[in-house]
């Protein structure tokens, strides 16, 4: 049970870390040292920062299908007011889950470092969330409940002040209630 408890702290701590300076900036020994543990004794758990950065990506994805609203794709609400607590929902799960957040802000400061990061960011910040969308959309159009031809013109419309106002409230927290 001690060494799961200490894999988990190593994952926090380099999550911390990275979402702060960057994951090229963080070093094992800081990674280490957040931890309260030996640079060697980190290696008994991760092979390499790499290997943390992969378990902490797999551990963020697991999360996030495991609370997102994007990975229910069959369940929507049939009406407006059950959309907005839809997206309520995922609004205050996506801002206030501290590991979610974290994880955000990590692929916002690589995105331009890391190749593979970059494609998940594009993957979790646009493909997915477009694509949710239009779902949504075509659903709610099918229902009768909106009217419209180009669903993922209306959803790209939805989404990306939505995606704006999270940025925001990742830089100026204060602002959230706007």
């Known amino acids: 049970m001690e060494k799961n408890n200490t894999k988990k702290e190593i994952l926090l701590a380099a999550l911390d870390l990275f979402s702060y300076q960057g994951y090229e900036a963080t070093s094992i020994s800081q990674i280490a040292s957040a931890v309260g543990i030996k640079k060697a004794s980190l290696y008994s758990h991760y092979e390499s920062k790499k290997a943390i950065l992969d378990a902490l990506v797999k551990e963020v994805l697991e999360q996030y299908e495991k609370h997102s609203m ?36 990590l692929l916002v400061i690589e ?24 779902r949504l959309l075509d659903h709610l159009k099918n229902e009768g409940v909106i009217q419209g031809d180009d669903t993922r013109m209306m959803a790209m419309q939805l989404a990306f002040p939505i995606n704006v106002w999270i940025n925001l409230c990742d830089r100026e927290s204060e602002r959230e209630s706007e």
């Open 70 to 105: 994007f990975s229910r794709l069959d369940s929507f609400p049939a009406d407006i007011d059950g959309v907005i607590e839809m997206i309520k929902a995922q609004l205050t799960f996506i801002i206030h889950d501290p590991f979610i957040s974290k994880a955000r802000k």
């Open 111 to 134: 995105q331009f470092k890391n190749e593979e990061l970059a494609k998940l960011q594009t993957k979790q910040n646009y493909t997915d969330i477009v694509s949710f969308f239009v």
